[in-house]
């Protein structure tokens, strides 16, 4: 039984699709990325699950019920984009609140809430009204009201966004932890690094379209590049290789080469054997996240989300890009 | 444990905003006020006098217009004649106190000193006639005549030039009843006796006064205040990032808003109860008049509230903008209040030309534009009928220590349950458009 099931889920806004027949499967356990640029729908689609956004076609099912229904939001924990939690409260209070709503037992309040607020390092100032808390902190907060009544499934949407880098490996950790824990996680994040260390399963939406789905491996697996390296001082004999139909290029220590269909890697390994070289690295090349996204993502105009006209102009793409797709400019 | 969740987290709203302190620190101003005022009984036998002529029966035969009082004398006798007043002295607890038991002591003149031996000897006749006088009072409730009998020497303590021997004299021995008290004429002084008033009035239309300015006023600012504050928190709980998360709990829209909505209120009934309570204790104390109708406010203002939230609450789901919130708000008070004022004096023309027998084409009150009036009232929440009902309550309790007769004292169409009835259907529509709004809306 899977934890989130959608299937030719769409939504409109008026005018604006924000999702258009997405279908997404996530399995108990895992952590799940959902990754795209600004608009591509990703807060929209967990909005959905959660019964925040109503009036959408298709099927959207959350721990085996429609999604909008409250009995299944009672075992899921929630840190929403750009939250921003009542600044009266402290952060003791906002979790006893949350909690109440939740239907936590009032014991349990009590004790659950230090401790997870000695999780995420807020302990000292959690009898502190909120307004003066920094915006890392009140992410942390976030984090904490999230997996407060020890939720089955979490919806994370960009729960780095504005953490300094420290803060952000603190939350991996965190993330880590609870999947050993058998919790599933829901990713949304256009910060492609940090999902490629720590999810499962991506999917990559754009403009409402889900164009990519699968196994961080198998999607970042660069068929049929690899990468040799031979032992020191020894020559890599480019020539002979070109000889048996083989292209080998320099990429600083290590060699590069490109296998056509039908070919194997094999025969390079024996001719090199034969030659009496010795092979100290040999690994199938992977493609980054980020190179995979950028190559499947069509590149936003800096300054709109959704992507508009092609850019025709090179320099300008090149821009795009070192400034990290989806990043805002 | 949800709706107490919220209900806290609406009180700490409240008492984030630092102007509930204000709040408390005006109610507790007003209270002190009130509590500063004292007021203080005039002589017994001038009370006496005023109480035996009848002087206060314009308000208590409004009061008691019932059924029973057919049978009550509706004219009080003129107290004199040969009959007058010559001493009142306390039988029982102090002089001069609203509480006392009182012997009065009264003269018979006679034509000569035989007549007056005779009437000693045989007072049946006189007794008769006396006790007539004091039924009046008896049948009001003003006082109770526990015993009236003719004193065969006159009593000591009579000035001599009133010691002629053609004169009888007769005690009547009272006893105070709910109504003596409040009947009683006093002279205020407010801020501690620093500054008296020099009027003196029945201690029941003082106290009727000093609570219907005090509360009115009181009132007034209080709901202003609280409109003005509880206009923020839909609109705050409804922010982009806030409602997110509110939303991703297990709690229905519906609850939720609702839950919010009594939130809102339980802040103002707190707010009300602190104030009207306090001023109740402080006049209770200060007068020894407890009229607990007066608690009842605290019910009315916080209804009145409701009326009021309950068109901030939709206004906040359509908009989610406090600013919208007060403006609509106030203009529905301003409405209600034009509707509520129009229809009464509609109707009280109406009352009148059908008491006087105005013919049916003839009477103003049935044109097409006391129609209008009363359609237009006959369905937006009664906030000035309340105030209005609230009011002669409280005149009823503070005058008579009976509520109940309020109903009697005038003749209007207005009553309780039809404004209570119409209100409340107006909340429930204000609330179940906001619902209505709120559930379907994406956030
Ligand atoms: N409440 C809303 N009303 C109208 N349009 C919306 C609303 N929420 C989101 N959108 C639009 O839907 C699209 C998807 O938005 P969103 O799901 O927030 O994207 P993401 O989280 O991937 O950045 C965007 O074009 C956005 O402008
Ligand atoms: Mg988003």
Redesign the pocket.
Known sequence: MPVIETRDLSKN??R?Q?LKDVSLRVEKGEIYGLL??????????V?ILLGI?RNWQGEARLLDVTAGRAEARRRVGYLP?DHRFPDYHSAASLLEFYGGLLGVPRVERRRRSPEILETVGLRERMHYKIRTYSKGMKQRLGIAQALFHDPEVIFL?EPTDGVDPIGRREIRHIMERLKEAGKTIFL?SHLLGEVEKICDRVAI?QK?VMIQEGDIATLTEHKGTFLIGLAAGQMFPVEELAKHGYQATRRDDLWEIAIADGQEIDPVVDLLRGKGLGIRHLVEKRQSLEDLFLATVAPAEPGV??PGKRLRDDRIQREARSRGIGEKP | MKFWSILKDSFREAIDCKVLYVMAGLSFLIILFVGSTTFRPVSAKETMQNLLSGEFLFVTRALQNDPESKNRSAVPPRFEGPFRLRDVRAAKGEMDSPDSEYLLIVSQDHASAEEAGKTRRAPELALETLKNLFTFAEQWKLLHIAEIRVLQAPPEGIRKSNLEPQLVFFQIHTQPTEATRRLWQHEPALLFGAVPLHVKQPLGIMLYVLASIVLSIGSWVTILVSVIITAFFIPNMLRKGTVDLLLAKPISRWSLLGYKYLGGLFFIFLNTAFAVVGIWAALGLRSGIWANSFLLMIFVITFFFAILYAVSTLFAVMTRSAVVCILMTCGAWFLFFLVGTINQVVDTQQQKEIADEVARHERTSEGTFASVVKVVHAITPRTSDLNYLAGKILLSDFLTGDFASAANLDKTSITWESSVAVSLAFVALMLGLACWRFAAK??
């Open positions: 806004y008026r604006i924000a795209g640029q600004n608009g591509a729908g990703k807060t929209t689609l909005k956004t984009e949407d949304n939406l409402g989300d959704r | 994406d956030y």
